[in-house]
């Protein structure tokens, strides 16, 4: 596992540093974006490939 700079967002359990954010609903009008509803933030995308949803936290939990 790659050593976590101070602050930065890590998964706890594989060590990715690639965040997923997922939203639901999100629309164009008139030509601007509006989000829609945060469904899943800063879960590790290499975990959730997997099927299994890892928060990413800037420190490490403790156990
Ligand atoms: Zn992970």
């Known amino acids: 596992m790659p050593k976590r700079q101070d602050g930065m967002l890590q998964c706890n359990r594989c060590g990715c540093r690639t965040s997923l954010t997922t939203t639901n609903g ?3 009008k008139d030509g601007r974006r509006i989000n829609g ?9 290499n975990c959730f490939k ?10 490490i939990k403790p156990a």
């Open 37 to 45: 509803t945060v469904i899943e933030k800063d879960v590790c995308a």
């Open 50 to 59: 997997d099927g299994i949803k890892s928060s990413m936290l800037p420190t």
């Open 26 to 28: 999100t629309y164009f």
